[in-house]
Each structure stands twice: as structure tokens, then as C-alpha cells.
């Protein structure tokens, strides 16, 4: 996989508020975002990128927010890659699961300047300028990655893995399967056996009116 474009050359701490302001973020339209793409940066750079160009940055590029829609604005917008000093971390996992091929690499980024045209390897990790042989080396992709990347993003791999009997179809009746709420159980109730009251042993009233008939029975 190759790419070609023309450099569009920007600083360091490009955050995820200049590559797609907040303001537009009512939406989650790839192609909404891309129309805003990197405007608080450069706010004609929409109009002048052509499709395929390349963005070239410093140091922590994508920092700010963890929302994926900075990628998603980039990749949408027609921009084919992303070469900067560093990236911010939480932008760097954004641009790989959504396919946004990015590439570290400190010389290409202090070397390349604006208008210059780019030709870049992403199975050797090689950037260089059209037409000559002095190449800016960049990390090479492992091959999960680099599959990640050419296949369009996560969600793509994980589309090609459904089979195709369970892939759902514009204008195919979806039923959701509702289970039935299972029935409570009643709460056993336990029955509480109620203990005799022992008999009162008789007291000396009683025993004195028991002599008394015993007498009398026997007149």
C-alpha cells in the first residue's frame, strides 16, 4: 500500500479541538466532520487539501479530547495519512482502530515542508520526497496492524468475520427477540409451630381444696 499527496505543514500540540472544534460536535456524520476538518488550525485548509494530500506536524499531535472524531474528520476529509514527531497516545489507538494509517518519524517531520510532495510505504514504513532517493525511515507496522489499516478499520474486520446468512441488509425486517420475564417465585412461608404451654403445677389453694373433697368423700 502506497500513498501520494502534498504536504500540509502544521506545529506542535495540535489538539483535538483544532483538528475538529467542539462546536460541530452535535454530529457524528463523517462527512459533517469532515467539511470543519482542522479549521481552528487552518481555517482554509478544507478548501486547499485535495484528496490524498498528507498532513505533516511536530510533537504530540491529537492531543486533548479521547473522542474518535478528530480521526474520523481527518480520514473523511480525503487526507491519506498523518506524519508527525509524535502522537498523542489516546489519538494514535483512534487513528489505527478507525484505519488512519500515522507514522512517527522526527526527520521526515523537521525536513518536509509545505507544497512538497510525499510518497509513503506503509508495509516498509518509508516516507520520501517525490522524485528523490533520501528516504525518512518510520516504524514498521506489525501485521495485524498494517491488515487493520488497508482493510479500512476495526469495524470492517469485524463485518468480513460475520457470516454472510447473519449480515443485515438495507431494507432487510430486523425482529428483535424479546425474552419473556421469568416469573417471581413465591417466598416460601415458613409455618411457625406454637410450643404447649406447660400446665401450671397446682398451687396451695388447689391442693388444700383437693384434701377437702377427699374428706368429704369419705364421710
Known amino acids: 500500500m502506497r500513498l501520494k499527496g502534498k504536504v500540509f505543514k502544521f506545529g506542535n500540540d495540535i489538539n483535538t479541538d483544532e483538528i475538529i472544534p467542539a462546536r460541530y460536535l452535535d454530529t457524528s456524520d463523517p462527512a459533517e466532520l469532515a467539511e470543519h476538518c482542522m479549521e481552528d488550525a487552518d481555517k482554509n485548509f478544507i478548501k486547499k487539501m485535495k484528496e490524498g494530500d498528507v498532513i505533516v506536524a511536530g510533537e504530540n499531535f491529537g492531543c486533548g479530547s479521547s473522542r474518535e472524531h478528530a480521526p474520523v474528520a481527518i480520514k473523511a476529509a480525503g487526507v491519506s495519512c498523518v506524519i508527525a514527531k509524535s502522537f498523542a497516545r489516546i489519538f494514535y489507538r483512534n487513528a489505527i482502530n478507525i484505519g488512519l494509517p500515522i507514522f512517527t518519524s522526527i526527520e521526515a517531520a523537521e525536513t518536509l515542508k ?106
Not at 115 to 135: L, N, W, Y
Not at 173 to 194: H, Q, S, W, Y
Open 114 to 219: 509545505q507544497g512538497d510532495r510525499v510518497v509513503v510505504s506503509v508495509k516498509k514504513g518509508e516516507i520520501s520526497k517525490a522524485g528523490q532517493k533520501k528516504v525518512f525511515k518510520s516504524e514498521v507496522y506489525p501485521d495485524f496492524i498494517r491488515d487493520i489499516i488497508e482493510k479500512g478499520g476495526l469495524m470492517e474486520i469485524a463485518k468480513e468475520k460475520i457470516p454472510a446468512k447473519d449480515k443485515i441488509k438495507p431494507g432487510d425486517k430486523v425482529k428483535a427477540e424479546v425474552k419473556p420475564k421469568a416469573k417471581a417465585k413465591p417466598k416460601a412461608v415458613k409455618k411457625v409451630r406454637k410450643k404447649a404451654k406447660p400446665k401450671a403445677k397446682p398451687g396451695k389453694t388447689a391442693k388444700k381444696k383437693a384434701k377437702k373433697r377427699t374428706v368429704k368423700s369419705k364421710k
